[in-house]
């Protein structure tokens, strides 16, 4: 069994390979939404849950909904915060990276320093 860091680092490579590669094709013409901060906290401790626990054991089921509580939700309200991200399709690249930036703030991994364009001042 995986000790729950490396199961976090893991996690993290897959959302920041599931979060970059649709950007390079989309790219960046329009303003983003910006994606609600608590939901954001909530999605990655619930995805930290089942990747501790798994999916059906009892103790999932108990850290889920500690996590829920901790957030404001319940069953219902997350499930449709999950939907309204899903159905947005400008939603989703923010959502990803928004998820991608709170685990690596959690693995203490700096974010990087955009570079400035050329030709602009």
């Not at 069994?1 to 649709?22: E, G, K």
């Not at 509580?69 to 319940?74: C, H, L, P, Q």
């Amino acid at each position: 069994m995986m000790r729950p860091l490396a199961t976090y680092a893991l996690f993290a490579a897959f959302a920041v390979a599931v979060a970059t590669a649709p950007a390079v094709l989309v790219g960046c013409g329009q303003d983003a939404p910006t994606p609600d901060n608590r939901f954001v906290s909530a999605y990655v401790e619930m995805r930290m849950v089942e990747q501790t626990y798994g999916g059906e054991s009892p103790a999932a089921r108990l850290a889920r909904k500690t996590v829920l509580e901790k957030y404001g939700y319940d069953r219902e309200s997350f499930a449709a915060a999950c939907e309204k991200v899903l159905e947005d399709e400008h939603m989703w690249m923010p959502f990803q990276q928004a998820v991608v930036d709170r685990i690596d703030s959690l693995l203490g991994i700096p974010k990087p320093v955009a570079k400035k364009k050329e030709g602009k001042k």
